[in-house]
């Protein structure tokens, strides 16, 4: 039974957790946390005190942190104790720069780096079905394919160079927050024009703009669930934040992924301690409306 870590047991860390139990490894975790190291052993885990405590039981680890930042102090943490030919799993989200520049570290200690941000929010995490951006030599990555799969049921191989998974997850949240952005803008509008929220609802969700991102943003809003429903704002932030410093060190320019960015800065500045979908409030206030099953359009 393989030794497994997951650094950050937060609401994406332990869906992971979770799951690689549930697939037979024995998992060590730690968070800042104590709530979250207790929930942890609740599903059946070991926690740990400190980032250097997993990487002594462990044979590869997860890092699901919040920054890049975050994710070096964890690298070079767990580089102390984690033998040779260890692997780490970067699932958090940061910029490929920065994944990158952990390659001189883990190499100097003959440790093993996949770049591996993931996709499908703290649904896909708690129910396994994530999926995965990996980014490293084929032979690595076939070697953990059982690891990989116990916390994702769709791991797509996008290179073998690492920062490319990065770059994927990057272009991918510019298409999440243009989407974001647009729902937002398209609820205010139909309901300030006079059409129910839940009108509006059952025409696009029966089209091909109503997939499960439409659904799901506008059965919350309509709802009022502005928290507590796994998707901060502020983490949406940061991946736009991300896509654009990509663009920008690319020499592209993102029109629409910039105005869905602005929006959430004015979002995290108005509600920070709020939910994704909290965005639309700015937009209500403007409008004077508010999305809402309840209410009818005005």
Known sequence: MQRVGVVGIGEMGIGLAANLIGAGYQVTGFDLRP??????E??????????????ARCEAVFIMVLSGAQVQAVVVELLEELPAGATMVVTATITPAEVRGLLPLVEAKQVNLIDCPVSGGKPGADAGTLTLMVAAPTALVEANRGLLEAIGSNLCHVGERVGDGQTVKATLQAVIGAHFAAIFEALVLGVKAGISAQTLYDVISNTAAGGPLFCNSASLIMQRRFWGTGSHISTMYKDLCISLEVARANGVPMFTTAAAKEL???????????????????????????????????
């Open 35 to 40: 709530e979250r190291r207790a929930r942890l």
């Open 42 to 55: 609740e599903l059946g885990g070991t926690a740990a005190t400190s980032v250097r405590e997993v990487a």
């Open 264 to 298: 959430f800065q004015a979002g995290i500045a108005r509600f920070p301690q709020e939910d994704n979908w909290a965005v639309v409030k700015i937009l209500e206030e403007l409008a004077g409306i508010e999305v809402s099953a309840e209410q009818e359009g005005s």
